[in-house]
């Protein structure tokens, strides 16, 4: 079982699990590297084993433990890693083509629903798509459908066929073949549904748009007139307010998966530091970008903000030029103030000896 898993700013992943192992996870998430816990039968200046694997390749002893930390990764990644020897039966959708390219509705045309705890869902014009706004509105949620991961040889190969073939017998024949072939390959193209999870406070631009439309039709929805003045509400710009926008702001393209493999394999670092050591040498020196642990997402967003989601709904997130106020941010009011007597540079050491919890 997990104890904690840490996705960093290259978006490799560290998880650190009871027992004292430690999986780590590429950037592009090809390959991975585990450090066995250390035997209490073995003498003391015993090394400890490791275990390096592709990660579509992954042994049946530590698939599953790559299978979760994969999940955690492409839940708040840029792009997904998906192989499909690691994707279950049950979630593959066999497709001829998806369109990565998506519409979003006018906000005169949007029909928003509202779930029952207060959540905002938008889709797409053609309904593939659907943004989840939080109740709080400081965190969304993107569902969409994505092609897995696949070799990035085809393409080059189709130009090396084209250069080669200029003038030369047969040429044609190898150029129609190869078309043949490409086509054929796009039949059996297998697609996943996937779910990503982001913070209002730091959006891709493929999800500003949309984000805009949801948040716009929450505060219509919800709050009165006299009310819309939440903290929330101040990132709400003019041009976000228009009722419409030009075709070219409601258009975007989907996230696409990365190549099943790496082409600089011999870039990837491993480094296991202990996180409760004592010096500070041997801290970590990644910027980190989500945590997770005991069921608590962390966030480090730009400027050395800290966003904290509990899980029930609300985030907390640090607040003020010395970050020793939270603004907690609950779903059934605007905003509200939370002091809290240590830095979160403080609640971060915290979390990594595993002896206190930030709230």
Sequence with gaps: ISS???????????????????????????????MKPTDPSEHPLQTRGRVRQRTRFATSTYKEMIMTALAFRNKYASRPYLPEELIPAGHKKPFFSIDSDVNWPECSLCDAEFGPGGET???SEDGRIVLT?????EEFSVEFTCSLSHYQTQHHSMEAFSRDSEGGPGGQQQVSNLICQTAG???KEVHQGMVQHHSCRSVAPIWCYPLSLARHLQMAHFSKPEDVRGEGARDITPAHRETNVSDVARHSHLPQALPLTCLSPH?????FTDLRAKKEHDLPTELVKVM???????RILSGGLIEVSPGDGSVIRSNGVLNTYFTHHKPEIL?????????????????????KQLI
């Design 267 to 271: 870039w990837h670092r491993w480094n």
């Design 335 to 355: 905003s509200g103030q939370l002091n809290v007597s240590i830095s979160p540079y403080n609640c971060l050491l915290c979390l990594k000896e595993h002896k």
């Design 4 to 34: 904690f898993m840490v996705m960093y700013e290259n978006e490799s992943v560290d998880v650190r699990y009871g027992n004292g192992a430690q999986l780590q996870l590429s950037p592009c998430g090809c390959e991975f590297m585990l």
């Design 292 to 298: 997770w642990c005991q069921g608590v997402t962390y």
């Design 133 to 137: 706004l939080s109740p709080s509105g």
């Design 121 to 123: 869902i938008i889709r």
């Design 185 to 187: 390959d796009k039949t």
